[in-house]
């Protein structure tokens, strides 16, 4: 029967507290809610209660097959699936499904990168079991979310390491809660609600486009007459078609208990937002991987595309995930949101000074982390924040801290200067409206939102640097107020330390001004590494390891087979990119310059014919033109060529990449230029490639 009212089906697929606590007993259940909430290991003999549980459910729900559902380092998630049946004496079958078939798994997985990690060990890695992320149903399966491991312990996912990060900050953060009398928290979290932005084509004109279908992106097309210029779209009225699609993909949503909350149009024209309720960082990058390809499938039965990849269309805004970060106790407190007393106060400002120095001595990491070949069109280019990282803390909350750092009264405390621990923070207004969209790293009220991530990045690697560099900031807080004499003179004095130290990191004019670059680069000393081939080699940088490693996030050797895949990922993508160009140019554009430079020149004998003495000044001059465009893109299209085979000279992934973004993406780049305009003067019946106009307005 269908069930109409949202709270009726609201996670109708997920096996979540509601159907543990039904169909567990008291005790079994009382002990995985431990080792959910507090990460105490997991008893067998209550993983086979669970398992039988969730097999009845799943079946009743209709599913015939389970899957051990996980993340391996190519970004999307991955699932093996395998039938419940078994066979029974008597011929027929019974459904079985095993604690241990829950725990753990052993998928046939060996093609996966490792980044050389495996082949020193074992073929294979096994999955295991993650009880804080809830199981759920798709397509008559039930899924079970798990973490990809070597037989070594080596993390081939992104799901372990993400785990350990959030377990890094817990423990730093619950020293400093204690050295504030906080003794009843058990444990913090962090949280993350990530917008999601894509792009919505229609399926008939994607097909229409190899680019699109090998790459994600267009890798040629000239700009349309009218792009995004009137800011027409930007949370403009939705259409028809659209909402029908946002409509059915917020059911399926609900459905798997994902709380999409908000949806809207973007800059761009054909480009929308979705936005679901912060969650457990663990759970909302799960339900991110489950959002992004949920909408592909919705979009599918729509008959339409949706574009995921960061930059689709040249000259038009692309699509980034903005990942709003907090961090806050299980017993409800934001210890990013200023509170009422003294004494929150200074935590608070220890809070927010933490994360300051963190992205301050860790912006490589950060940048790093949200480095992929699709991101590199987006940073730096004047619709995303900069490649460069910076915190936006607004007018209020900076003139505070210059306020602490020069130990001069405050406006808002009339004429007082502030004590730390002891006087009440002035109240600042945590108004959103004036927020700016420039910034990488912004402070929203209670909350940061790092808006560098790509649309189609996993948000599991951005999680993992900001909750380890975090960690980091608060190690050393708390080590040195563990051991203070006089705890509030300490406690004054580093918060001043630290904006002392890292003032440098805080900008909040406009980021996307070229000036913001040479100040950010020659007068602060800020990196800015624009592409993945200048940062992605940085994660080897001594400090780095050290940091990832002496917090557990990463082995060194994970490290290394990590930064190889980022790497070789980035190599694959753009080799792929250059080959579909060559292939579009060889088969698709120049045949179609060829054609109608054909079409004119019969034309021009056809009017000659009828006409002697006839100039045909029109046809001359285009034929003239595609004919000089014609013997460009074919020899660009040689260059590239060559520019590619290059390549299996490199000596390693390090190096190809630097190659890759030296010789192959500019050529790529003068290709396109050549045979972009080559199409505003062949006739659209002579195109054979959808035009931007096409797809950007295509969908009605
Ligand atoms: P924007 O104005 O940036 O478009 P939205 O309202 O679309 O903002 O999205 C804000 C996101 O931030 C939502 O996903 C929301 O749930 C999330 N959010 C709100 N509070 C917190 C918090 N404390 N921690 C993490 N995320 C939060
Ligand atoms: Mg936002």
Not at 303 to 309: E, K, P, R, S, T
């Amino acid at each position: 029967m269908e069930t109409h009212s949202v709270p009726d089906y609201f996670g109708e697929l997920v096996f979540d507290d509601r159907q543990m606590r039904a169909r567990l007993s008291s005790k079994i259940y009382a002990s995985l809610r431990k080792t959910i909430d507090e990460g105490k290991k997991l008893d067998p003999k209550v993983a086979e209660y669970v398992a039988e549980a969730m097999k009845e459910w799943a079946l009743e729900k209709g599913a015939t097959h389970y899957t051990h559902w996980f993340q391996p380092l190519t970004g999307v998630t991955a699932e093996k699936h395998d039938s419940f049946i078994s066979p029974s004496p008597d011929g027929s079958v019974i459904m079985e499904f095993s604690g241990k078939e829950l725990i753990q798994g052993e998928p046939d997985a060996s093609s996966f990168p490792t980044g050389g990690i495996r082949a020193t060990f074992e073929a294979r890695g096994y999955t295991a079991w993650d009880p804080t992320s809830y199981a759920f149903i798709k397509d008559k399966t039930l899924c079970i979310p798990t973490a990809f491991c070597s037989y070594s312990g080596e993390a081939l996912d992104k799901k372990t390491p993400l785990l350990r990060s959030m377990e890094a900050l817990n423990k730093q953060a619950l020293r400093i809660l204690a050295l504030f009398g906080n003794i009843t928290a058990k444990y913090v979290r962090t949280s993350v609600g990530p917008e999601q932005e894509y792009f919505l084509i229609t399926k008939e004109m994607y097909e229409k486009r190899p680019d699109l279908k090998f790459t994600g992106r267009t890798l040629f097309g000239a700009k349309s007459p009218k792009g995004q210029e009137m800011d027409d779209h930007y949370f403009g009225v939705i259409k028809p078609r659209v909402q029908a699609f946002m409509n059915d993909l917020n059911k399926e949503l609900w459905k798997l208990g994902i709380l999409a909350k908000t949806e809207h149009n973007e800059v761009a024209p054909a480009q929308h937002e979705l936005a679901p309720i912060y969650s457990t960082t663990n759970i909302a990058t799960d339900q991110n991987q489950l959002t992004m390809e949920i909408m592909q499938k919705v979009a599918s039965k729509h008959g339409l595309v949706c574009l995921l990849h960061e930059k689709p269309f040249a000259g038009v805004n692309g699509s980034g995930k903005h990942n709003n970060w907090s961090m806050a106790t299980d017993t409800g407190i934001n210890l990013l949101s200023p509170g009422d007393t003294p004494y929150e106060n200074a935590q608070f400002l220890l809070f927010l000074c933490a994360v300051i120095k963190a992205v301050d001595d860790y912006q490589d990491l950060l940048r790093l982390s949200v480095a992929t070949a699709g991101n590199d069109h987006r940073l730096g280019a004047n619709e995303a924040p900069p490649a460069i990282i910076s915190v936006f803390l607004g007018d209020e909350l900076s003139a505070i801290l210059d306020a602490i750092e020069e130990d001069k009264p405050y406006k808002g405390t009339e004429q007082k200067i502030m004590k730390l621990g002891v006087d009440v923070l002035p109240a600042f207004p945590r108004d959103n409206t004036d927020r700016n969209r420039t910034s990488p790293f912004a402070f929203t009220g209670n909350k940061f939102e790092f808006r560098s991530l790509g649309s189609s990045n996993s948000i599991a690697c951005a999680n993992i640097m900001l909750n380890t560099v975090v960690a980091e900031s608060l190690k050393i807080y708390a080590d040195r107020l563990e051991g203070a004499e006089d705890f509030e003179k300490t406690l004054h004095e580093m918060i001043q330390g630290t904006i002392k130290d890292h003032k440098r990191i805080l900008f909040n004019g406009n980021g996307y001004d070229d000036a913001w670059v040479k100040e950010a680069t020659e007068v602060r000393g800020l990196c800015n590494y624009r592409t993945t081939p200048d940062c992605m080699p940085h994660i080897l940088d001594e400090k780095n390891v050290k940091l990832l490693t002496s917090h557990g996030v990463f082995t060194e050797k994970e490290i290394e087979s990590r930064c190889d895949i980022m790497l070789d990922n980035y190599c694959k993508q753009v080799h792929i990119e250059a080959n579909t160009m060559i292939d579009m140019a060889l088969k698709q554009i120049l045949p179609a310059i060829t054609c109608y430079a054909d079409k004119l020149s019969s034309g021009v004998i056809a009017k000659k014919s009828a006409c002697e003495g006839i100039a045909c000044e029109y046809e001359k001059s285009v034929i003239s033109r595609l004919s000089v465009l014609a013997d460009q893109i074919y020899a660009r299209t040689g260059e590239l060529e060559s520019a590619v085979l290059k390549l299996a000279d490199a000596k390693d992934v390090i190096e190809e990449s630097a190659q890759i973004r030296d010789t192959v993406l500019p050529k790529m780049g003068e290709l396109r230029a050549r045979a972009d305009e080559a199409e505003t003067l062949v006739s659209k019946e002579c195109w054979p490639l959808p035009s931007y106009g096409d797809l950007l307005f295509g969908v009605r």
